[in-house]
């Protein structure tokens, strides 16, 4: 019965309005803020690419953006994040999201998360799995702002994980 629900979701998010895109892609922009001891991620995602993952995850339809939109969906998101992408300070302890808000224009979402920083950093790790349960060929970029330097990297299928130095 499940499997039938998680059909019925796909078709419908299939035929939903939203555009089929043959890249699958995200962008996250990590930024670390020692002045305010916070790390904030703005994840930029394809809407359609964040439904479909929701919906064969949790069963759940978000309609993001749309007047039905799921009252659970910035709840849904969290969920789908802390499953598939974890943030590690110096190798003692994973980051635990504290915020989440979202917003929604034409075939693109925005995710944006805010951690805590409680201890002096030396190195970040960094995996980001995001979507990459549902496409082998997915790419996840990160533009990561340290000491006011960006500098870009690039996560896929068979390297999901990096450690960037402070």
Same mark, same amino acid.
């Given at each position: 019965?499940?499997?039938?629900?998680?059909?019925?979701?796909?078709?419908?998010?299939?035929?939903?309005?939203?555009?089929?895109?043959?890249?699958?892609?995200?962008?996250?922009?990590?930024?670390?803020?020692?002045?305010?001891?916070?790390?904030?991620?703005?994840?930029?995602?394809?809407? !359609?690419?964040?439904?479909?993952?929701?919906?064969? /995850?949790?069963?759940?339809?978000? /309609?993001?953006? @749309?007047?039905?939109?799921?009252?659970?969906?910035?709840? @849904?998101?969290?969920?789908?994040?802390?499953?598939?992408?974890?943030?590690?300070?110096?190798?003692?302890?994973?980051?635990?999201?504290?915020?989440?808000?979202?917003?929604?224009?034409?075939?693109?979402?925005?995710?944006?998360?805010?951690?805590?920083?409680?201890? @002096?950093?030396?190195?970040?790790?960094?995996?980001? !799995?995001?979507?990459?349960?549902?496409? @082998?060929?997915?790419? /996840?970029?990160?533009?990561?702002?340290? /000491?006011?330097?960006?500098?870009?990297?690039?996560?896929?299928?068979?390297?999901?994980?990096?450690?960037?130095?402070?």
């Amino acid at each position: 019965m499940i499997s039938l629900k998680i059909y019925i979701l796909s078709v419908l998010l299939l035929f939903s309005g939203r555009s089929y895109h043959p890249v699958h892609v995200s962008v996250l922009n990590m930024e670390y803020l020692p002045e305010k001891s916070m790390v904030d991620l703005s994840f930029k995602v394809f809407t !359609a690419d964040l439904e479909f993952a929701i919906a064969h /995850n949790f069963n759940v339809a978000l /309609n993001l953006g @749309q007047p039905g939109e799921s009252p659970e969906a910035e709840m @849904q998101i969290n969920k789908y994040l802390s499953a598939t992408f974890r943030l590690m300070i110096n190798n003692n302890y994973q980051l635990k999201i504290v915020s989440i808000s979202k917003e929604t224009s034409e075939d693109a979402t925005w995710v944006h998360v805010s951690f805590p920083v409680t201890e @002096q950093i030396h190195h970040f790790t960094i995996h980001n !799995a995001i979507f990459m349960d549902l496409y @082998q060929d997915q790419t /996840n970029l990160l533009i990561m702002t340290l /000491n006011k330097k960006e500098t870009g990297y690039r996560l896929d299928f068979y390297n999901r994980e990096i450690t960037l130095t402070n």
